[in-house]
């Protein structure tokens, strides 16, 4: 109402001979009367959704602008991809969307106005981020973000492909109490055969596989991989390289993390505006599904070579082996 009643107020009171009357900035209609500004349910309107050219960011003094995204973590799924981006929003110069908008996999259609009507406002000099973990393992996402922006920066938690595999299964167990058996899933004919790359839970973590088809359209200086292991070890390590890769100001320290030993993951400190700590929900750091140790080593030689190419890709050994 404040914004309203001073759009209104603007430029009223009648004006003595002479003067010429102040309209905000605005020339006066004929007769002198200021012309009436828009309605201010169409000034703060979310952009149109379906225009193919992104238009300029319509500005807000007192709210920012909404953006296109600066910077995407876009993947992988299991592998600490909210806890980054919980982590690395306490930067004040950091803004991001809270939840995942799929974009570029699943609403690419609805044009990039829609999108951008999908981020949060920022001011100047904070960046605009977003995350949507299947990003990393959709075929077509790496083109669309470059026809975006080839100078998008591109951030991707990855984790050891067996524990990622296990977590990923387990998440969908506690969705679906009736699903088959992990080893049913993991091995084709009836768990004895070779290892299901069609399971998805599988095929994410052939991470070297996929990261030949972003090095198609992106350098690998654009791209930053977070270790999902020492993400859990050391936060506070993982983030300072996160903020680098940003350009941002270190911050975000080990003054802002304590290591809640029931979920074994690290938790947000409490700020001093609230009464509690801030740690990610319990779909986090649940209890894996026991898998038989034969399976387990199965999948470990099955990934092996997949992991030193990546290693080799990325030129860094995250020890996995």
């Known amino acids: 109402h404040a914004v309203k009643g001073g759009l209104e107020g603007r430029g009223g009171g009648a004006l003595g001979g002479g003067q010429v009357k102040n309209c905000g900035g605005v020339a006066p209609a004929a007769g002198g009367a200021c012309a009436s500004p828009p309605p201010l349910s169409r000034a703060l309107a979310p952009p149109r959704a379906g225009s193919d050219a992104p238009s300029p960011p319509v500005a807000h003094p007192k709210f920012g602008n909404k953006k296109l995204p600066n910077a995407i973590i876009v993947g992988v799924k299991k592998g600490g991809t909210r806890a980054v981006l919980e982590f690395i929003r306490i930067h004040p110069d950091v803004r991001a969307a809270g939840t995942e908008t799929h974009f570029f996999d699943r609403h690419y259609g609805r044009g990039l106005e829609w999108y951008r009507g999908a981020m949060p406002r920022t001011l100047e000099g904070q960046l605009t981020m977003e995350k949507t973990p299947s990003y990393f393992v959709t075929k077509e996402t790496p083109r669309r973000i470059a026809a975006m922006s ?44 070779p290892v299901d790359t069609s399971w998805n839970a599988i095929r994410i973590g052939l991470y070297a596989l996929h990261l030949e088809n972003w090095l198609r359209y992106f350098p690998l200086a654009q791209m930053h991989f977070v270790s999902g292991e020492r993400l859990i070890a050391d936060p506070a390590g993982e983030l300072a390289r996160v903020q680098d890769f940003l350009g941002l100001k270190r911050i975000v320290t080990d003054k802002h993390f304590y290591f809640n030993r029931t979920k074994g993951f690290p938790c947000l400190k409490k700020p001093e505006s609230s009464g509690s700590p801030r740690c990610l929900g319990k779909s986090k750091g649940r209890t894996h599904a026991q898998i038989d140790r034969d399976a387990v080593e199965q999948l470990r030689d099955f990934y092996r070579p997949f992991n030193v190419k990546f290693y080799e890709m990325v030129g860094h050994d995250f020890k996995w082996d």
């Open 150 to 193: 080839r100078d998008t920066k591109l951030i991707v938690v990855v984790r050891d492909p067996v524990t990622r595999a296990i977590s990923d299964y387990t998440q969908t167990l506690s969705k679906t109490p009736d699903l088959p058996s992990f080893r049913e899933l993991a091995f084709r004919n009836q768990s004895s055969g």
